[in-house]
């Protein structure tokens, strides 16, 4: 009796496993990268009139130092809470000939419309 309980466990283990991929690959087809605080159409916006002088359309940068979007293991890989606290605060690395400024230099922006820009940026440009 134990023998078989045990039995029935394993075999079905891999499916469990199948399972637990296919929720994880569905959730990121929508690409929002695990971030769901804030909304990518709002931050479509606060992009388009905040960010993409620095970092172009394209999201791969127009000014010296403004790093690539779209490279993989690039800086949309970092936690979450990073890159919303860089964007708020702004950040500088060593080295860089160019700071990112605090909110991209727009003081008026909100919490949530950093929340929004930054759900706009794994929507339009991956997960890093
Ligand atoms: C004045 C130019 C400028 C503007 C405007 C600007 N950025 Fe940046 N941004 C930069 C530069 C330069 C860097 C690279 C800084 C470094 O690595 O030292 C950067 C870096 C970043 C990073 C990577 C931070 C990290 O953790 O490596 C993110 C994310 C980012 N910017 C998002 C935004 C968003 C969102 C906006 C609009 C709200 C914005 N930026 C507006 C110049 C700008």
Same mark, same amino acid.
Do not use: W
């Given at each position: 009796?134990?023998? !078989?309980?045990?039995?029935?466990?394993?075999?079905?283990?891999?499916?469990?496993?199948?399972?637990?991929?296919?929720?994880?690959?569905?959730?990121?087809?929508?690409?929002?990268?695990?971030?769901?605080?804030?909304?990518?159409?709002?931050?479509?916006?606060?992009?388009?009139?905040?960010?993409?002088?620095?970092?172009? #359309?394209? /999201?791969?940068?127009?000014?010296?130092?403004?790093?690539?979007?779209?490279?993989?293991? /690039?800086?949309?890989? #970092?936690?979450?809470?990073?890159?919303?606290?860089?964007? !708020?605060? /702004?950040?500088?690395?060593?080295?860089?000939?160019?700071?990112?400024?605090?909110?991209?230099?727009?003081?008026?922006?909100?919490?949530?419309?950093? !929340?929004?820009?930054?759900?706009?940026?794994?929507?339009?440009?991956?997960?890093?």
């Amino acid at each position: 009796m134990q023998t !078989k309980n045990k039995a029935v466990t394993v075999a079905a283990a891999p499916l469990l496993v199948a399972a637990a991929m296919l929720v994880a690959g569905s959730t990121s087809a929508v690409a929002d990268c695990g971030f769901s605080d804030g909304d990518a159409a709002k931050g479509d916006k606060v992009y388009h009139t905040t960010c993409v002088a620095c970092h172009r #359309e394209n /999201g791969r940068g127009a000014v010296p130092g403004a790093p690539d979007f779209t490279k993989k293991g /690039g800086v949309l890989s #970092e936690p979450h809470s990073a890159l919303t606290m860089h964007i !708020k605060n /702004g950040f500088h690395s060593p080295g860089k000939p160019l700071a990112m400024p605090p909110k991209g230099g727009n003081p008026n922006l909100t919490d949530q419309d950093i !929340k929004d820009v930054h759900a706009y940026l794994h929507h339009r440009f991956g997960c890093g």
